[in-house]
């Protein structure tokens, strides 16, 4: 007997609706995209479609693993548990220990949900994440203008008459910072109505193939170009802010240091193209500029993201329809409170560099493990992360998790990471956890809200939220049900909040009223309730129940211009030039004149890939989402290059095989990132190994103002192998 059940992908940020077919043991025995979900409309892509396949995968771990020396052994919950706790017992400094949030944590409930406390409960400021190999500078540069780091606005695609995209390449990646299902159809749709798309890459993706026009940049150097189109506006008398701002004249005054006759040398990019474009988004209709991982993940990355939003606010086209919007998340806290957003507020130990939304540099955790001194760390935690392949300078960190009095994992895997672990905590399947997108439905184009419950029993295995929440305990030295003590934190605030649409009622009335099998749904449903389109907030209905109701999930509505409730800003405007943006100028400046490297590394995505995530899945491994150099046909002839090469950078080097495409700069290499299995425990993976790209990548370089790690840009030279370079 067979079973049909509906539930979001979890696989990445586009969160398409899912149809499952399921066998009697529970197997997957089909996937297609949800027809009557209204946000996906029945897409999907190859990811979703192996959903079963990675949730089977036969290499995922089970039972938690205790390390004995060199070796592992199987353990049960409780002993694996009690590991835990002696090895936290072992610190005598909370100073010392390190948690690092792999990006997975922002597709799961656990992560949405447990891991606030857990960091909370370990008493450190040593937190690092993903976000600083990736969007931290968006964060940064929104927290600075709107005084929220979450105010992230995200093109309004479906309506707009124009759209400036810059280092991003939805059709491989489906969106990232920009929640859309079925991207590359909405982009299509968008030149079906008449408007025009522009991409900006220093490769001609396959959303640049798809684009009205590709122009090839530099890259690292968007700031450059961001600043030439800010200029030209201005010269141009083009400038028409739609809000009121603070710093315009500022922000004039600065990009006249980047006219586009300057800019142009060092991006790549004619002069002449800079202020048509300028023109060409000032002038439609309606306009939005988007710019994704190549943008944020180089050296003037919050810059960057800084000087996009300054082009949709001078332009107009903030929060408006068909330009820069903001979503209306359904679980978004009703009351806005708080401090005005400030990065810096501590620094790292050894190199201090500032910290951001709460977190220290991923580029950091080496030298905090590495350098003795107080608050040494000694201890990690890792979250669903593989930083050894994922963060710059991997080898360096691989190394230096050796030196850890311990470490735990939580993760499903055996990785290039979690083999330095002490006890590794492997969640369940995926079919066996609830899924609530509370993080990627914040920059979604369209509101939208859905909740896929668990589709198989634990069988015995804790869930994710249980095994968080437990090591939340553990490091609080308390006891006790997490959830209860978060939710009647939660309804005492609101009670005692003017217009939180529960102010004054009692406490334990509406605890009892919360639906759920689950802490986790109970939570999710006093946050539905309380968000801006639940019962209790007075202006609609929505609730656990009324989305178990809906398994396809509930349209709810367009973006609307939000300006208003999402501005947090002391001074209630827009920050248009921030100080420490400003002064992060001055080093714009100093890099102008400089001579480019010769050769620089790029990286890039494939369809079938999401970080290091799915090189387990035989379905989507092999074929063209290999580990390949793309190299411009030019420079293998001028290199003398062979099928292979090696790549040199200040920090490593690795062969490679090449590609030759010209759909690459001359100039530019690009080589994928979340490769490089070779001793891996994961057999596909390991069948397919590659190389990673982090062992060229250099964690001394980092966009100051936010601490990204630098991706993108990377100087880098080629030689032919067997070709002995003179160090
Ligand atoms: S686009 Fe993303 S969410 Fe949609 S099916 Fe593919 S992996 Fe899943």
Redesign the pocket.
């Known amino acids: 007997m067979t079973s049909t059940v509906h539930r979001t992908?979890p696989?990445?940020?586009?969160?398409?609706g899912?149809t499952l077919t399921l066998d009697e043991g529970g197997h997957v025995t089909s996937v297609r995209?949800d027809k009557e979900d209204p946000f996906?409309k029945g897409?999907?892509?190859?990811?979703?479609?192996s959903l079963g396949r990675l949730d089977e995968d036969p290499d995922r771990l089970r039972k938690p693993l205790i390390r004995e020396g060199e070796l592992w052994r199987e353990a049960g919950w409780e002993e694996a548990f009690a590991a835990v706790r002696a090895g936290l017992e072992r610190v005598a400094d909370r100073r010392s220990v390190a948690i690092y949030l792999g990006n997975p944590n922002a597709h799961t409930m656990a992560g949405a949900l447990y891991v606030a406390p857990l960091v909370k409960a370990l008493g450190t400021r040593n937190l690092y994440s993903a976000s600083t190999a990736d969007q931290m500078p968006k964060h940064v540069a929104s927290g600075l203008m709107f005084g929220h780091p979450l105010a992230i606005p995200v093109p309004d695609l479906d309506r707009t008459d124009y759209l400036l995209m810059l280092g991003a390449n939805p059709l491989e990646s489906?969106g990232s910072l920009c929640t859309a299902?079925d991207f590359p159809g909405r982009l299509k749709a968008l030149r079906r109505r008449g408007g025009r798309l522009v991409v900006v890459d220093p490769r001609r993706t396959r959303t640049a193939a798809l684009a009205d026009e590709h122009v090839f940049v530099r890259p690292g150097t968007d700031a450059y170009l961001l600043f030439g189109l800010v200029h030209t506006l201005f010269e141009a008398g083009l400038v028409t802010p739609s809000h009121a701002v603070n710093g315009l004249g500022q922000v004039r005054e600065a990009a006249k240091h980047f006219p586009p006759e300057a800019v142009s040398p060092r991006t790549g990019v004619p002069a002449e193209v800079i202020r048509r474009l300028a023109v060409e988004l000032a002038t439609a209709r309606t306009a939005a500029v988007y710019a994704r991982i190549g943008t944020c993940t180089a050296e003037f990355g919050t810059l960057a993201q800084w000087l996009v939003e300054v082009l949709n606010v001078l332009t107009g086209n903030l929060d408006r329809p068909g330009g820069a919007m903001f979503a209306k998340p359904a679980t978004e806290p009703g009351v806005r409170r708080g401090r005005p957003y400030a990065v810096g507020r501590w620094k790292s130990r050894v190199r201090g560099l500032p910290e951001t939304n709460g977190e220290l540099p991923v580029a950091t955790l080496a030298d905090e493990i590495e350098t003795p001194g107080e608050g040494q760390v000694t201890f990690l935690l890792t979250v669903a992360g593989n930083p050894v392949l994922s963060a710059p300078h991997g080898p360096r960190l691989d190394a230096a998790f050796r030196q850890l009095d311990f470490m735990v994992s939580v993760d499903p895997y055996l990785n290039e990471t979690t083999k330095h672990a002490d006890v590794i905590l492997p969640p369940p399947r995926v079919l066996q956890s609830g899924h609530y997108d509370f993080a990627l439905l914040g920059f979604a184009v369209r509101n939208y809200t859905r909740y896929s419950p668990p589709l198989l029993p634990l069988d015995g295995q804790p869930s994710e939220a249980e095994i968080l929440a437990r090591l939340a305990m553990i490091a609080s030295g308390l006891e006790g049900d997490l959830d209860a003590f978060v939710i009647d934190e939660m309804l005492r605030k609101a009670t005692e909040t003017p217009g939180s649409g529960v102010e004054g009622r009692d406490v334990a009335e509406l605890r009892a009223a919360l639906e759920g099998g689950t802490g986790a749904e109970r939570r999710l449903d006093l946050m539905l309730r309380l968000g801006p389109y639940g019962e209790w907030a007075g202006k609609g209905d929505l609730s656990l129940r009324k989305l178990l109701d809906n398994p396809h999930g509930l349209d709810l509505g367009a973006l609307e211009p939000r300006l208003d409730e999402v501005l947090r800003t002391a001074s209630g405007l827009i920050e248009l030039a921030p100080r420490e943006l400003i002064e992060d100028v001055e080093r714009l400046r100093g890099r102008l004149a400089e001579e480019p490297p010769e050769i620089v590394l790029v990286g890039r995505r494939h369809l079938r890939s999401?970080n290091s995530w799915m090189h387990n899945v035989g379905p989507l491994v092999g074929g063209s989402n290999t580990c390949t150099l793309q190299i411009n046909p030019a420079d293998v002839a001028r290199l003398g290059l062979g099928e292979h090469a090696v790549v040199r950078s200040a920090k490593g080097q690795l062969t490679v095989p090449l590609e030759p495409t010209d759909t690459i700069m001359p100039g530019v290499v690009s080589l994928p990132h979340g490769w490089g299995h070779a001793d891996s425990a994961q057999s596909v993976a390991a069948d397919h190994p590659g190389v990673s790209v982090n062992a060229l990548t250099d964690e001394t370089a980092v966009d100051v103002p936010s601490g990204n790690a630098v991706f993108n840009g990377v100087p880098v030279s080629i030689s032919p192998t067997g070709v002995i370079i003179a160090q």
């Not at 696989?11 to 398409?16: G, I």
């Not at 897409?43 to 479609?49: N, R, S, W």
Request: net charge neutral.
């Open positions: 992908c696989l990445c940020e586009a969160v398409c899912l995209g996906s897409f999907i892509c190859p990811k979703g479609a489906n299902p999401n």
